[in-house]
Nanobody
Framework: QVELVESGGGLVQAGGSLRLSCAAS????????MGWYRQAPGKQREFLAS???????SYSGSVKGRFTISRDNAKNTVYLQMNSLKPEDTAVYYC??????????????WGQGTQVTVSS
């Protein structure tokens, strides 16, 4: 089992920045990737960014160039640096971790979410 705890959310003005953190604990060995999603009221959960165990990153078009994902393997922590925030970035942000094995297939782990509110 993997536990994910997000932090760093809050209220920020448009154009500002926030950095989210996600600390992983438990069976963190051989996690294939970690990433970030968000869900705004009335909308589906949306993929934002991911980073593989080797450091390969992937971003959605809506945040590419504004958000940067990184990880500190020694701390089992992944970060999301968010710059040039817009009111439409307002959502609950979730940390995600993925493990794929032949035995279990793909298993997703989720944090509890952290609220980000961007005021205009």
């Amino acid at each position: 089992q993997v536990e994910l705890v997000e932090s760093g959310g809050g209220l920020v003005q448009a154009g500002g920045s926030l950095r989210l953190s996600c600390a992983a604990s438990g069976s963190t060995f051989s996690l294939n990737s970690m990433g970030w999603y968000r869900q705004a009221p009335g909308k589906q959960r949306e993929f934002l960014a991911s980073i593989g165990s080797g450091g390969t990153t992937s971003y959605s078009g809506s945040v590419k160039g504004r958000f940067t994902i990184s990880r500190d393997n020694a701390k089992n922590t992944v970060y999301l640096q968010m710059n040039s925030l817009k009111p439409e970035d307002t959502a609950v942000y979730y940390c995600n971790a993925v493990r794929r094995t032949v035995l279990t297939g793909t298993v997703n782990y989720w944090g509890q979410g952290t609220q980000v509110t961007v005021s205009s």
